[in-house]
């Protein structure tokens, strides 16, 4: 789905990050007592009335500073005022308005989007304080005092927020369509491998451009299904990014997985798994996302009978933490196993929404508990009274025990591993919620 983006923006050390952090439910920025802690910008998906949104945490804006990493934070804040739809300015009740919220007030402004004047630090309830209606001075209407540290009054800043997030303009494609989001580095053959289907192919429905900010949808039907390859652009190193448009292509990234049931990561044989690779493909991961990691420019790579093996031996090392994806090794230019990452990407979609009964878990479970007796704490050991499958996408079941405590993080990857080795599941992570009988889910 595409989703509306909203800018956390403002000057340093007003609790921008402490805000960001409060509104997505968990500490991802950096919260410090010293200005210019959040360099670069973070994102985070946030839902607020059933309606979702990425909220992006920024650098603070010093628009007079001449420090280089200043000046930095300064154009990455601008380029976020410039992808948002809607803008929250943090300021600060306790030092008032000061001339840099005036400058960072008349910059948004001249932006033309929405702005939510958010006042932080307000954190005693009651009737608001005197200092707020100093911040209708700024120009920017009705000031919305916040407790970012106790959350107070962030409900009501978002629900101003709701009235200007824009309706997904999303291309809405029928069930049988396998959305499919190619991400990588730049150079690692994202868009040659699009533009490779889309000439092979003779029945192409169209290309669509736009469906999602700043990426490219192109629909193919053939004889493996019909897919939508979402192209985008490629994550650089931070040290390499000098385009301003490079500046956004982790959230590119990041929105075009979240619009997707399968990800392909395009490795560049040469270069072989990176930092960047890890990043997106963690969050494809955490995303419940079926993935193939295919290695693109093979026909490059000079071989002898045991190249593809060392090289499959030291990706497995390098996506442990994905142990179930599947590896295809591709050339976007000759067409080298195209075929076969069709059939990779329908695969791993099928697995994805893999529903196994209730009967055949359990007997799954019987098996493996008998082989493997269950973990024990001073004389009481863990029973396993039944496992269902509540959902798919990512296929996730529900484990009900004695004791939460003693279902260890080993004895539930034992258990995935039974599942595994006997259903598939192969290209898909899989979720395991625990539950005492009786108990709150653990």
């Not at 289907?197 to 493996?224: C, K, L, M, Q």
């Not at 985008?232 to 959230?251: C, D, F, P, Q």
């Not at 990779?344 to 697995?351: M, V």
Request: net charge neutral; proline share 4%.
């Amino acid at each position: 789905m595409s989703l509306p983006i909203v800018a956390v923006v403002g000057r340093p050390n007003v609790g921008k990050s402490t805000l960001f952090n409060k509104l997505i439910g968990q500490r991802l920025s950096i919260v410090e007592d010293t200005p210019g802690v959040t360099r670069d910008r973070i994102y985070s998906k946030c839902e607020w009335r059933g309606k979702e949104f990425m909220v992006v945490d920024t650098g603070g804006i010093e628009p007079e500073s001449n420090d280089v990493i200043l000046a930095q934070m300064r154009r990455q804040s601008q380029l976020a005022i410039e992808k948002a739809d809607v803008i929250i300015l943090v300021t600060d009740i306790r030092c008032g308005v000061t001339p840099d919220d005036y400058a960072v007030a008349e910059m948004l402004q001249k932006s033309g989007k929405p702005v939510i004047l958010c006042v932080n630090k307000v954190d005693s309830l009651g009737e608001p304080p005197l200092e707020l209606y100093e911040f209708y001075n700024l120009g920017l209407g009705e000031p919305f005092p916040v407790s970012s540290v106790h959350g107070h009054g962030t409900g009501d800043m978002l629900d101003e927020v709701y009235k200007y997030l824009p309706e997904s303009d999303e291309q809405q494609y029928d069930e049988e369509f396998i959305k499919v989001a190619v991400i990588g580095k730049p150079n690692a053959g994202k868009s040659s491998l699009i533009n490779k289907i889309a000439g092979e192919e003779r029945v192409i429905v169209s290309d669509i451009a736009g469906t999602t900010r700043d990426s490219t949808d192109t629909v193919i039907e053939n004889e493996y299904g019909k897919f939508v390859f979402i192209d985008t652009a490629g994550i650089r190193k931070k040290s390499k990014v000098t385009e301003r448009v490079e500046h956004y292509s982790v959230l590119r990234a990041y929105m075009a997985i979240d619009r997707s049931d399968v990800c392909v990561i395009m490795l560049d044989a040469a270069e072989g798994f990176t930092e960047q690779d890890s990043k997106v493909a963690g969050y494809a991961h955490e995303q419940g996302k079926a993935c193939v990691v295919a290695v693109n420019k093979w026909d490059l790579v000079e071989k002898d009978d045991k190249t593809m093996q060392e090289f499959r031996t030291k990706l497995e090392n390098d996506f442990s933490f994905m142990s179930y994806v599947p590896f295809v090794f591709i050339s976007a230019k000759t067409g080298q196993r195209i075929n076969k990452l069709y059939e990779l990407i329908k695969y791993t979609n099928y697995q994805n929404s893999m529903r196994i009964s209730t009967g055949m878990l359990n007997d799954v479970l019987a098996y493996a508990t008998t082989r493997v007796q269950p973990p024990s704490d001073k004389g009481r050991r863990l029973k396993i009274y039944y496992m269902t499958q509540p959902s798919t996408k990512p296929p996730t079941f529900v484990t009900f025990v004695n004791r939460a405590d003693l279902f260890h993080f080993s004895y539930r990857r034992y258990i995935e591993n039974q599942i595994r080795s006997t259903f598939g599941l192969e290209g898909t992570p899989v979720r395991f919620v625990v539950r005492e009988r009786g108990g709150n889910d653990k």
